[in-house]
């Protein structure tokens, strides 16, 4: 099952070039992952993520230049022992601006260090699973990705 938002493109998310700053991409996609971690019960504020992101990544299709909504979807392509993979999608009907991935590491801020995937974790991540998304060039890295498995 995929999460989907639809989010609004704002005035300040347009650059001088007439469309929709790169940086953005990855705002609209932490919008999402955020959506999804408290639906999951990962954030009930702030301060209280047990997460942190490892590796984002964006591949940009097309230009947003006059939507005035796109809706990101976003789902699990990979669990490990300690990280997820999310996939993302940007997209406005059938037009396709971004595909992305980032890469989530559980999180004991106390300790500091990285802390296994429970087994509730998992199975409530299972239930946003679908299928990896395929990248240009240089990143199918993230399957391979040493100390985040």
Not at 36 to 41: E, I, N, S
Not at 53 to 70: G, L, Q
Not at 102 to 110: E, I, N, P
């Amino acid at each position: 099952m995929k999460l989907s938002v639809e989010l609004p493109v704002q005035f300040r998310d347009i650059d001088r070039m007439g469309h929709v700053n790169h940086a953005v991409y990855l705002q609209y996609m932490e919008t999402a992952r955020v959506e999804l971690a408290r639906r999951l019960g990962m954030i009930r504020d702030v301060s209280s993520s047990s997460f942190i992101v490892a590796v984002a990544h964006c591949e940009y299709k097309k230009p947003i230049r006059d939507e005035r909504r796109v809706t990101v979807s976003c789902w699990v392509s990979r669990i490990g022992d300690r990280s997820w993979d999310l996939d993302y999608a940007v997209s406005s009907g059938r037009v396709e601006f971004a595909i992305g991935r980032t890469t989530q590491v559980g999180y004991d801020y106390h300790t500091r260090s990285t802390v296994r995937i429970s087994e509730k974790l998992r199975k409530a991540l299972g239930k946003y699973s679908g299928k990896p998304l395929r990248f240009r060039g240089l990143l199918n890295l993230s399957r391979a990705d040493p100390g985040v498995s």
